[in-house]
């Protein structure tokens, strides 16, 4: 099975911004649709975007909009998570997941997983 990684956590600022990226170990995302989801303890993972392989259409829970950007670089076989004015509720881990039928809010509907990367906002 492929297996995904996450990398670009850490901690910031409330109001900051980082970038997440997502990747393929030993292998490519090409072909996946990616999406990005989030998990708090003690709360349900919740997916907040993804991006399909074919055209990279791009969707967003209605919760990070105008906040996220998703975005596929093809040449780089990278998927990033652009997160802009981060607020103290977007601390969680992050997820990367890959599907290959297409784009779903669903976290049971994803067949691969990275690690998951801690995105702490605080001041």
């Known amino acids: 099975q492929v297996q995904l990684v996450e990398s670009g956590g850490g901690l910031v600022q409330p109001g900051g911004s980082l970038r997440l990226s997502c990747t393929a170990s030993?292998?490519?995302?090409?072909?996946?649709?990616i999406g990005w989801f989030r998990e708090v303890p003690g709360k349900e993972r919740e997916g907040v975007s993804c991006?399909?392989?074919?055209?990279?259409?791009?969707y967003y829970d209605d919760s990070v909009k105008g906040r996220f950007s998703i975005s596929r670089d093809i040449a780089k076989d990278t998927v990033y998570l652009q997160i802009d004015n981060l607020r103290p509720d977007d601390t969680a881990y992050y997820f990367c997941?890959?599907?290959?039928?297409?784009?779903?809010?669903?976290?049971?509907?994803?067949?691969?997983w990275g690690q998951g990367i801690l995105v702490t906002v605080s001041s």
């Open positions: 991006i399909t392989y074919k055209d990279r259409t791009e």
């Open positions: 030993g292998s490519t995302l090409r072909y996946f649709n």
């Open positions: 997941a890959g599907r290959g039928v297409d784009c779903s809010g669903s976290r049971s509907q994803y067949d691969y």
